[in-house]
Nanobody, 124 residues
């Protein structure tokens, strides 16, 4: 079993930056692919970014490509999402997710573990 706890959300002005962290407990974190998803009010949860088990391969939604960076530190059992050039449309609850596979996926249905989410609000 893996437990995920996100942190780092908050209120930021458009153009600003935030860094989200996701701390994982449990064994075998380093063998899991990890992802970030987000859900805005009234909208479905959507894929943001994902990273494979070793951190060497990443994948991004087109809406965040070039602005967001996903990374992981397997020694610390932590995955990060660096968010730069934030826009009001990035406002959402951001969720960390873990997949019992070494390879990433953009499909939320393929993730087995979820955090409780952290709110990101970008003001214009």
């Amino acid at each position: 079993q893996v437990q995920l706890v996100e942190s780092g959300g908050g209120l930021v002005q458009a153009g600003g930056s935030l860094r989200l962290s996701c701390a994982a407990s449990g064994r075998a974190f380093s063998s899991y692919a990890m992802g970030w998803f987000r859900q805005a009010p009234g909208k479905e949860r959507e894929f943001v970014a994902a990273i494979n088990w070793g951190g060497g391969t990443t994948y991004y939604a087109d809406s965040v490509k070039g602005r967001f960076t996903i990374s992981r530190d397997n020694r610390k059992n932590t995955v990060y999402l660096q968010m730069n050039s934030l826009k009001p449309e990035d406002t959402a609850v951001y969720y960390c997710a873990g997949r019992s596979s070494s390879y990433y996926s953009s499909s939320l249905n393929e993730y087995d573990y979820w955090g409780q989410g952290t709110q990101v609000t970008v003001s214009s």
